[in-house]
């Protein structure tokens, strides 16, 4: 049994292992418990259901990747435009070993609770459009660097980002292996290097 | 009750409708045989068990999904390009109403059950990967015709398509509408514009 006080933090480290193992609804309490080494009791005491730990456990998530992104390398570039090729680049290393752990706890959460537990959805929708907004202030200050305006937003290329990686996990998820998803975040950054190739450098080409 | 004939289709068009709503843990055989109105006895003279189901709903799914694109008016442009960005336009309009409704069985599935029942892993990946496979062709002769070549294939153009697809489904179910899904679906065709923009016309730009 764990101590006491890690009760709670067990439960939550336990969701988001066996939920993207095995899903939302083939994770029980039962086995929530026996992965935290906790009782019923204790699991029953921190949160009121299943559902109420799944909530907290997509806040937990994104503080825990909100911390691995905020420190990671790629803000230090000088460029805006470098950055955020380089928040795609390091995306693409996080996707390594096995699938279970570097697919998306939140995006496999909400696949199947987005009709049946309204709360689940939201935490997932703020979680995975809170990182998304991260994105945002560098591709703007990208499209004003390099004079790139378009019928789309910083917004919305910021979202794509992340329909994409969600996407590629499928596709991993399908095929059982890594190749497919650093496919699609090669494509991703292609795609963003073609964006905001100045109108300049495509007549000098 | 359903008549007898009828029995293995209504229990198929069930597992479809369920799982996109509920997921495939979501799902029970219960649940099944009382949408497919076919009592339990008749689930396990049709099939030996929810994975057997799962998976021959899967190949189920190809089958009439397939029809519907290979019937699609997008296949009658004579530029091979123009068939991909309709292809992807397509994909599009099918993007409207519930979400349950235009969302993909197979990705949903996937997503849960991809370690834990591998016959529906690989059914899902035949799926998906299968229908990519009927862009390849288009693909491989609009990189031809506009004599574009770069360091990406036509078959990972085709699969990175299904990602944008898949994620885009689940940014929908996260947000509960179709304008996040869409808006990537944009982003797609205006990926495939830019990586297709021949060289000729970039320096007459």
Redesign the interface.
């Given at each position: 049994m764990a101590p006491r006080g890690q009760a709670r933090e067990n439960l939550l480290q336990a969701a988001i292992k066996l939920i993207r193992?095995?899903?939302?609804?083939?994770t029980t309490v039962d086995d929530l418990c026996a992965e935290a080494g906790v009782t019923k009791g204790a699991f029953f005491h921190h949160f009121k259901s299943k559902d109420d730990l799944a909530k907290v456990a997509a806040d937990y998530w994104s503080a825990a990747t909100g911390e691995l992104f905020a420190n990671a390398a790629y803000h230090k570039q000088e460029d805006a435009l470098d950055r955020v090729l380089g928040y795609v680049d390091f995306r693409g290393e996080l996707i390594e070993g096995d699938?279970?752990e570097f697919t998306c706890f939140?995006?496999?959460m909400?696949?199947?609770?987005?009709?049946?537990v309204p709360e689940i959805?939201r935490a997932?929708?703020e979680s995975?459009?809170g990182h998304a907004d991260t994105l945002t202030d560098d591709i703007r200050e990208a499209m004003a660097k390099n004079g790139i305006s378009?019928d789309?937003t910083p917004e919305?290329?910021a979202?794509?980002t992340?329909?994409?990686?969600?996407?590629?996990y499928?596709?991993a998820?399908?095929?059982?292996g890594t190749e497919?998803?650093l496919?699609?975040v090669?494509?991703l950054h292609?795609?963003i290097e073609?964006?905001f190739e100045p109108?300049a450098r495509?007549?000098a080409?």
């Open positions: 193992q095995h899903g939302y609804n083939g699938v279970s939140v995006g496999t909400v696949q199947e609770a987005y009709q049946d959805r997932c929708q995975i459009l378009g789309w919305s290329l979202r794509h992340q329909a994409v990686l969600q996407g590629a499928i596709l998820k399908a095929t059982g497919i998803a496919e699609s090669r494509h292609r795609y073609l964006l109108a495509r007549r080409a």
